[in-house]
Every structure is written in structure tokens, then in C-alpha cells.
């Protein structure tokens, strides 16, 4: 990476999906700063490690939707969170918010996803604390990425935030950037600036990061049926699963911050 593109002048930075996040983390990392990575992915896998997490389950993040899950899995005495579309003939746990609490209580889950799954892996690789931020929590991070930035004064090379909307898939694989992810990440980046006023200022926030955060405050006000009304929340009511879509938009019901640690995603301070 150029360092034109690392946007190593400002604290919070942004970048989408796996490869510019990796390398942003891995420039900071190699520039000696401590880095926090945020993972967003509304529609649906931040979400579901939210809701999961809320109710006391470890999260084991997977990259990959093959039989190799299966496997990792059972190791951990896991359940497995199948495909939607294998989960509305046969029942089951899910990439669906709304499977996961209907569940109840489970002491592991694996959630396979080629998105949200593989930015995390990735970027705890690089040498990032990884959390999971969602519209559901994404004050209760704000506070926690506060916390965090203090608990970085006097480090030698001042800290990186890289917010990451992890967008979604064409099916050619490349990168689609999805509108639900940019709100998310910036209504965390709007959160934090706003917990850091009496310190922010131009080095805050690269102009990546504050444009995520002016597109949040478009919709901010009208959460539900923005989500509705986009192209990942269309796909998701028009394929029949409208209470995920309803579950992402619970704006600030979470005061649970879910922390990568040891390949797993549990509450912070559990």
C-alpha cells in the first residue's frame, strides 16, 4: 500500500471489504501502531455475532461455506449455522439474526461467511483487535473504542481505528459495495466522534470515515425503512426473511461489544 491510501494521517480510517482493510491494518501494524479493526456487516453477520453474543454464546467466525465447516465445527462441539435455504426446509440456526434468537441459548456457534467471516479472520492475522459492530451496538462499540484509544496513550506510534464495511458479493466474487454497510460503519464513526468532541478535529477522521458518517446521518431517522428499501434488504424480504431485516435495524438495543479473541467472538468483559 502507497501511503496515500493508508490515510495514515487520521486515527479513524475506513476502507471496504477484506483486501483494502487488510491492507490498511497491515501498513498501521507495520508503522508500529496499535490497531482496532470494526468489522460491519448489517445484512446479516455482525448482526447475528450481536445477537448471538447477546444471549451468552461464543461466536467461532469461518471463512468458508464447504464441508470443512462441518469438521470445525464438531472439534469445538459446536453448532453450525447452515445455509438460509437449508435452514427453511429443515429448521436449524442460520446466517438469520432472527434463527439465532429463536434458538436460544447455545454455548457455541459457528457462522460460516465469506464476508464478515473471512474481514475478521483477516485482519486478526494482521496483528488488529477485531470487534463486531452492528446498528445494535454501535454506541455501546463507540464507548468501548473510547476506552480502547485511552488504553493506547503513550504508545510510540499513535493508534489506528479502521472501521471496515465488509459489503457483499457479485457472483463473480468481486466486491459490491452495500449501503447498509456504509450506515453502519458510519453511524459508529459518528457515535465515536461525537464521545470524542472535545478532542476531534482534522486528525480525527480521515474524509473516508467522515463520509461514512455524513451517510449515516441521511438516514438516522428512518433506520427500518431504509433497510427495507435497499438493494441487500429488498433481497432479503423479497426471499422471505423480513424479521432479519427488522432485527438489524434495532438501533442501540445492545450494550454488548463482541471481542475477537482466540478465534472467537465473546462479550466484551465476560
Request: charged letters at 15%; a negative charge; hydrophobic letters at 45%.
Amino acid at each position: 500500500m502507497q501511503p496515500w491510501h493508508s490515510q495514515d494521517q487520521h486515527v479513524v480510517r475506513l476502507d471496504w471489504g477484506p483486501t483494502a482493510a487488510g491492507a490498511l491494518t497491515a501498513y498501521a501494524v507495520a508503522a508500529g501502531s496499535p490497531v482496532c479493526a470494526v468489522v460491519v456487516d448489517v445484512l446479516s453477520f455482525t448482526t447475528c455475532v450481536s445477537v448471538a453474543v447477546d444471549a451468552g454464546t461464543t461466536v467461532h467466525p469461518y471463512p468458508w461455506k464447504d464441508d470443512s465447516a462441518t469438521t470445525f465445527a464438531a472439534e469445538r462441539g459446536a453448532t453450525l449455522a447452515v445455509p438460509r435455504s437449508r435452514s427453511r426446509a429443515g429448521g436449524g440456526v442460520s446466517l438469520s439474526s432472527s434463527s439465532i434468537r429463536a434458538a436460544g441459548p447455545l454455548r457455541d456457534l459457528v457462522l460460516p461467511s465469506p464476508n464478515g467471516s473471512t474481514i475478521a479472520a483477516r485482519l486478526a492475522g494482521a496483528g488488529a483487535q477485531v470487534v463486531a459492530a452492528s446498528l445494535r451496538n454501535r454506541s455501546a462499540v463507540a464507548a468501548w473504542l473510547v476506552d480502547w484509544l485511552d488504553s493506547t496513550v503513550g504508545a510510540a506510534t499513535a493508534p489506528a481505528v479502521v472501521v471496515v464495511p465488509a459489503g457483499e458479493r457479485w457472483p463473480d466474487a468481486s466486491l459490491r459495495p452495500a449501503v447498509e454497510d456504509l450506515w453502519g460503519a458510519g453511524s459508529v464513526v459518528a457515535a465515536l466522534a461525537g464521545l470524542l468532541e472535545h478532542r476531534a478535529g482534522p486528525l480525527l477522521l480521515s474524509p473516508e470515515a467522515e463520509a461514512a458518517g455524513t451517510a449515516w446521518l441521511t438516514v438516522e431517522h428512518r433506520v427500518d425503512e431504509a433497510l427495507e428499501a435497499c438493494a441487500s434488504g429488498r433481497e432479503l424480504v423479497e426471499q422471505g426473511w423480513p424479521d432479519d431485516v427488522a432485527v438489524a435495524g434495532e438501533l442501540d438495543t445492545s450494550q454488548v461489544v463482541p471481542v475477537l479473541a482466540d478465534g472467537a467472538f465473546t462479550a466484551y468483559g465476560r
